[in-house]
């Protein structure tokens, strides 16, 4: 266990990032667990959070380093420490930043995995397959109905509130990271799973009003603390449905969908900008790497299709 003062500094970074940034629950964790490993390393070398200097910092990347941990683990860690000696400096705890000019080792940059759109329709008709009763294959159409449709991640699509889709609307607002809000179409595919799915859930609703059940204020909903479907629950379904359509499990996760969605709207001529706020990305830069799929996508059909390669 990390000592009073740590768990004060870390705890007190943790809310500023949640106050003030709005920083999603997931980084916040991630943050948590890397600065309480960092704060237990130096705790057992006998050192602390208020007297580490630079060569302690990259010590401890070389420690992680030895375990064998990815560049990209690595590089969180050292940014999630860059980040709570920025705001000690910043809150006159400490004089410096030991951090900040260290250089990382970088992350490896992998291009998303993605499906063609066959792969998709093929997934789309396995998951109004799967299911024990009609209403649980209506759900489960209707998620990755809206998932394909709109590039939501998952933790979005799963705690969509129900009320974001009535009406038959044309344009849905999500609520994504950082509690940021943003609108993203409905294709005619997804509004026809989605009322099919409504129609089925009002009717259950209605049926558990008379037995004195409150209905579920999310879209899907479950059992779980949370009252939504989780997203460990739908990340079984997908891999469930890939074996269905015939596709590797290995290949297919809810994100895989979301990138899906982005590289086949830019194969169609979709702007990147566009892409880039329907993804709900900060930075264009991170939309970019569907240019990368694409090219990759381009290079191949080349060596494949083109009749002189062939002859090669």
Known sequence: MPTPDASRWISTFLDAQAAELGAARN???AYGRDLLDFAGWLERRGGALADAGRDTVEAYLIHCDAQGLAKATRARRLSSIR??????FDEGWRADNPALRIAGPGKVQRLPKTLSPEDVSRLLEAAEAKG???DERLRNRAMFELLYATGMRVSELVTLPLAAVRGDPRMVLVRGKGDKERMVPLSTPARAAL???????DTEDEAGRTR??????????GAGAGGHMTRQHFHLMVKDCAILAGIDPARV???????????H??????DLRVI?????HADVATTEIYTHVLDDHLKDLVLTRHPLARKG
């Open 27 to 29: 980084t916040l964790l």
């Open 212 to 221: 004195g059940l409150a209905p579920s204020k999310y879209l899907f909903s």
């Open 195 to 201: 009322a099919n799915w409504l129609r089925h859930r």
């Open 253 to 263: 996760t809810p994100h895989t969908l979301r990138h899906a969605f982005a590289t």
């Open 265 to 270: 709207l830019l194969a169609g001529g979709a």
């Open 132 to 134: 024990r009763t009609a």
């Open 83 to 88: 980040q709570l000696y920025r705001f000690a």
């Open 276 to 280: 880039q706020t329907l993804l709900g």
